[in-house]
């Protein structure tokens, strides 16, 4: 039975690990160049994670700083959206929450690559409205450096490590920080476009060995840019009409930073002009699910966002899965 309750967000967090990487960095060990890595992914730097650094421990920093932000550190429960969990099992969510003296809250990853966040709003909503919980911290983590082949130039230019987090309380559909309609699709018919081939029960259940390339990301290129750009403008225009916002109603376009030319061309196919979009593709790369929540929390603190700007978030990941959704931004306090 809906109860009517809406999840508002009331803080939000982010960090990134202190190693800078640089294109004249991978340069060095790739057969590439600064010129080419920012001509077709609009990446300068990322940040990478240093030997014994996990996606818990990045998980943990940004939930903390949401934790502070919302002014109570006390959640009922904690949604963990990772393609690159600490162990296979158990899930990270429940260490993490540990780790951030929430006692024995329930807590859960979600995998859905890089619409993780999405999928996970969509989880911390529905334990609001069904009365699970009345604060909900949700965590979008990924420490992608540990499954990228770090020969691939196609793919260790793009990826990078960090984390953003949100912490939602129960509320009105009609007040600011309301998460409004969320729309979400997937097509495993696709799935190889963007796949880890090797480490779960399908290759494990076999007598053939995986070989060493199979346990890194794998991504087709060219049919991933036409499949996201087409996903998330038709998401983005069904979570706007669904809102009841005309598209040259948007104040800010937050999308997963993928890569600089797809953010453009679903910018262009919605009609949104460049100063309305906000992105951070060109200092922190493709940091997966945490992509739109770091960004969230980086323009809030820099003005670049502020209370009151209707805001359409997207995001296209491995599955495929996508999704979109609309938020008034609130009054938020940074950490």
Known sequence: MS?????????????????VVTNDDLAARLD??????????????RYFISP???????????????????????????VLATTTPDQP?????????TRLGLGTVPAFDVAAV????????????????????DRVLLIAADAFTTIINPGDRTTAVIFADGAGAVVLRAGSAGEPGAIGP????????????????AGGSRQRSTDRPAAPEEHYFRMIGRETY?????????ASTEAAERTGWRLEDVDRFVAHQANARILDAVSDRLGIP?????????????????????????????????????????AFGGGLSWGAATVVWPELQTI
């Open 89 to 97: 099992c158990p899930a990270t969510a429940p260490q993490v929450a």
């Open 52 to 78: 014994g650094t996990s996606t818990g421990d990045l998980a943990v920093e940004a939930g903390l700083r949401a934790l502070k932000s919302s002014g109570d550190e006390q959640v009922g429960a904690v």
């Open 274 to 314: 460049a100063e309305r979009q906000l992105s951070n593709i060109a200092r922190v790369g493709n940091t997966g699910a945490a992509s739109i929540p770091l960004l969230l929390a980086e323009a809030t603190a820099g003005g670049r966002l502020a209370a009151g700007h209707r805001v359409l978030l997207t």
């Open 182 to 197: 969320l729309v979400l699709g997937s097509d495993g018919e696709l799935s190889h476009l963007i796949e880890v081939p």
């Open 226 to 234: 036409r499949h996201a750009v087409e996903r998330m403008t038709a």
């Open 3 to 19: 109860t009517g309750r809406a999840a508002v967000v009331t803080g939000i967090g982010s960090y990134v690990p202190p190693n």
């Open 114 to 133: 890089c619409s993780g966040f999405l999928y996970g709003l969509a989880s911390a909503a529905g334990l609001i409205a069904a009365q699970v919980a």
């Open 32 to 45: 590439t160049s600064d010129a080419w890595i920012r001509s077709r992914t609009g990446i300068g730097e």
